[in-house]
Nanobody, 122 residues
Framework: QVQLVESGGGLVQPGGSLRLSCAAS????????MSWYRQAPGRERELVAT??????????ADSVKGRFTVSGDNDNGKITLYLQMNSLKSGDTAVYYC?????????????WGQGTQVTVSS
């Protein structure tokens, strides 16, 4: 059974930083993509950043480029996804979700975490 557990959210002042983590258990794929999404009140969920394996390529939403960095660790099959968020703005306030998509031809398997709240406010 795959579980994704996010942590690291909280209240931060504009201009501050936070680091989110997403610990994946039971996720045993060699070919996968892990992403951060966010959803603000009254808005649709949007893709923030993705990292892919193999290769480690990353991609970002235009709104966070240059401020957010996505990374991951794979420690003997235990995968942890990170999102380093710098220069935070009030517009970054949202619930942040971790998503993992594992590929085992010919299928893909998608999993979501429960979310962690990030509030940027003075």
């Amino acid at each position: 059974q795959v579980q994704l557990v996010e942590s690291g959210g909280g209240l931060v002042q504009p201009g501050g930083s936070l680091r989110l983590s997403c610990a994946a258990s039971g996720f045993s794929f060699n070919n996968y993509a892990m992403s951060w999404y966010r959803q603000a009140p009254g808005r649709e969920r949007e893709l923030v950043a993705t990292i892919r394996s193999p290769g480690g390529s990353t991609s970002y939403a235009d709104s966070v480029k240059g401020r957010f960095t996505v990374s991951g660790d794979n420690d003997n099959g235990k995968i942890t996804l990170y999102l380093q968020m710098n220069s935070l703005k009030s517009g970054d306030t949202a619930v942040y979700y971790c998503k993992a998509v594992g590929r085992r031809w010919p299928r893909s398997y998608a999993y979501w975490g429960q979310g962690t709240q990030v509030t940027v406010s003075s």
